[in-house]
């Protein structure tokens, strides 16, 4: 620029403009991921879980046995409100129900049910069975003992008694629910509700934000949840909690109150844990890895 301020200018006495090159900015993908980049996320984290040590493993499983916990409650309070029709009532319920799962993807814990996609790591051989075992068996009591240690919270805060009592009467017959029907019965219902429980969690994986995790999850916890499926976890809570408002007399004419005890709960327990399994590591986890899993492609002859 000269000395008079004038700006530069080329023979053609044309201005000159000097301008700096511009700054790429990152470009955001919102879409979420496909199945086979879910797939990948969720093998990765199926690794991840067994680095956990025992003790971090337990924690988080109990984060996760009470989280799930206080979703069932919801369920208690919202279905003990006796001018609600069944049909409404159960899809309210199994609303409700979903801020378990919500507090799980979100917060970050170690569910048992979820945990069951573990599975595509065994078929990827990214993990041993040794592996696996450990890390099931660590999160599956932790669980218990974190749904446990809330039953035993609310028991002491009265909770059962809101609604003049309704919600302690449909806690034990819910529970009741749980245990009356045959074992048989009891597995394919838990079988079912892993389907979807899994789906859930891919679903929360491929997601990119809070917003889409929750949004995401919603109908199929919902939707297990209204369809009366068995969730072990879920069980955690309310038989226990069925048990212990039938102690302090809540739920006397429930249909079979009688059932509800601490046999009747490890009888439901039994069924629901290995549907659990099949539903969520053989129909979700193996058959995503089936169809999405990258393999090697085969080495030509040719030289």
């Given at each position: 620029?000269?000395h008079?301020g004038?700006?530069?200018?080329?023979?053609?006495?044309?201005?000159?403009?000097?301008?700096?090159?511009?700054?790429?900015?990152?470009?955001?993908?919102i879409?979420?991921?496909?199945?086979?980049?879910?797939?990948?996320?969720?093998?990765?984290?199926?690794?991840?879980?067994?680095?956990?040590?025992?003790?971090?493993?337990?924690?988080?499983?109990?984060?996760?046995?009470?989280?799930?916990?206080?979703?069932?409650?919801?369920?208690?309070?919202?279905?003990?409100?006796?001018?609600?029709?069944w049909?409404?009532?159960?899809?309210?319920?199994?609303?409700?129900?979903?801020?378990?799962?919500?507090?799980?993807?979100?917060?970050?814990?170690?569910?048992?049910?979820?945990?069951?996609?573990?599975?595509?790591?065994?078929?990827?051989?990214?993990?041993?069975?040794?592996?696996?075992?450990?890390?099931?068996?660590?999160?599956?009591?932790?669980?218990?003992?974190?749904?446990?240690?809330?039953?035993?919270?609310?028991?002491?805060?009265?909770?059962?008694?809101?609604?003049?009592?309704?919600?302690?009467?449909?806690?034990?017959?819910?529970?009741?629910?749980?245990?009356?029907?045959?074992?048989?019965?009891?597995?394919?219902?838990?079988?079912?509700?892993?389907?979807?429980?899994?789906?859930?969690?891919?679903?929360?994986?491929?997601?990119?934000?809070?917003?889409?995790?929750?949004?995401?999850?919603?109908?199929?916890?919902?939707?297990?949840?209204?369809?009366?499926?068995?969730?072990?976890?879920?069980?955690?809570?309310?038989?226990?909690?069925?048990?212990?408002?039938?102690?302090?007399?809540?739920?006397?004419?429930?249909?079979?109150?009688?059932?509800?005890?601490?046999?009747?709960?490890?009888?439901?327990?039994?069924?629901?844990?290995?549907?659990n399994?099949?539903g969520?590591?053989?129909?979700?986890?193996?058959?995503?890895?089936?169809?999405?899993?990258?393999?090697?492609?085969?080495?030509?002859?040719a030289?």
């Amino acid at each position: 620029m000269p000395h008079n301020g004038t700006p530069a200018t080329d023979a053609g006495n044309t201005p000159t403009i000097k301008t700096t090159p511009s700054i790429l900015t990152p470009q955001v993908n919102i879409n979420a991921l496909t199945p086979a980049e879910t797939e990948e996320t969720v093998e990765k984290a199926g690794i991840g879980k067994t680095q956990l040590s025992g003790g971090k493993a337990f924690v988080s499983a109990m984060f996760a046995g009470a989280f799930i916990g206080f979703g069932a409650l919801f369920f208690l309070i919202v279905t003990s409100d006796p001018a609600m029709t069944w049909g409404p009532k159960r899809f309210v319920g199994g609303l409700a129900f979903c801020m378990g799962l919500v507090l799980v993807l979100c917060c970050g814990a170690e569910l048992f049910t979820g945990n069951s996609l573990m599975a595509s790591d065994i078929a990827a051989r990214k993990i041993s069975w040794g592996a696996l075992a450990k890390n099931w068996v660590i999160v599956w009591f932790g669980n218990l003992a974190g749904a446990l240690l809330l039953v035993t919270l609310i028991a002491f805060a009265g909770t059962m008694g809101l609604n003049d009592g309704a919600v302690g009467d449909t806690a034990v017959a819910t529970a009741a629910s749980k245990i009356t029907p045959d074992w048989i019965t009891l597995f394919f219902r838990g079988i079912l509700c892993n389907i979807l429980v899994c789906l859930a969690v891919r679903i929360g994986f491929s997601a990119r934000s809070v917003g889409d995790k929750v949004l995401g999850i919603l109908l199929p916890i919902a939707g297990f949840v209204a369809m009366g499926f068995e969730h072990c976890v879920a069980n955690m809570f309310f038989l226990p909690v069925g048990l212990v408002s039938k102690t302090l007399g809540f739920g006397a004419q429930a249909a079979g109150a009688e059932a509800v005890t601490v046999q009747g709960i490890l009888y439901n327990l039994s069924a629901a844990t290995l549907g659990n399994i099949v539903g969520g590591a053989i129909f979700v986890a193996l058959a995503y890895w089936f169809v999405n899993a990258r393999r090697e492609p085969a080495k030509s002859d040719a030289k």
